[in-house]
């Protein structure tokens, strides 16, 4: 699992390094940019803890065992109200991607399920698909 982290100064901090400035000319102070928490198919099974306005992305490529792949349907949240989905694709290549935002305090799963679609010559998918999981806890 990747977490990359935006971060800005605060305002006071670089008011500081610019030399005196009078609280009337100071500028507002931006909000810090919010995390970026970015998941794959590893993350099944685990607990990820993220924080309101966290933008929580799932890339799932294709899976390629012995004799079939096995593709993944578009990621979807279980509580929209804590982990709304702002975006869901599958690219030509068959890889699928949702993106969250983390919205409110609580606990939403990521799901997702893994299905056979191109068996080898001579195999055949089998008669089963996979459900997975991720759960996010927004706090």
């Known amino acids: 699992m990747k977490i990359l982290r935006l971060l800005t100064a605060p305002a006071a901090v670089l008011a500081l390094t610019a030399g ?24 099944n099974g685990q607990t990820v803890q993220v924080h309101p306005g966290d933008v929580v992305q799932i890339n799932l490529p294709p899976y390629r065992d012995s004799t079939v792949t096995w ?45 056979c679609a191109f068996p080898d010559r001579g195999s055949a998918c089998p008669p089963f698909v996979y459900y997975l999981r991720t759960t996010i806890v927004v706090s």
């Open 20 to 43: 005196t400035v009078t609280a009337a000319a100071a500028a507002p102070a931006r909000p810090a940019l919010n995390d970026v928490v970015v998941l794959g198919a590893a993350s």
């Open 71 to 115: 593709l993944s349907s578009v990621p979807a949240t279980t509580a929209p109200s804590v982990l709304p989905q702002t975006s869901g694709s599958t690219d030509p290549d068959n890889t699928a991607h949702a993106t969250f935002n983390a919205a409110a305090a609580g606990t939403s799963d990521i799901t997702w399920i893994w299905r």
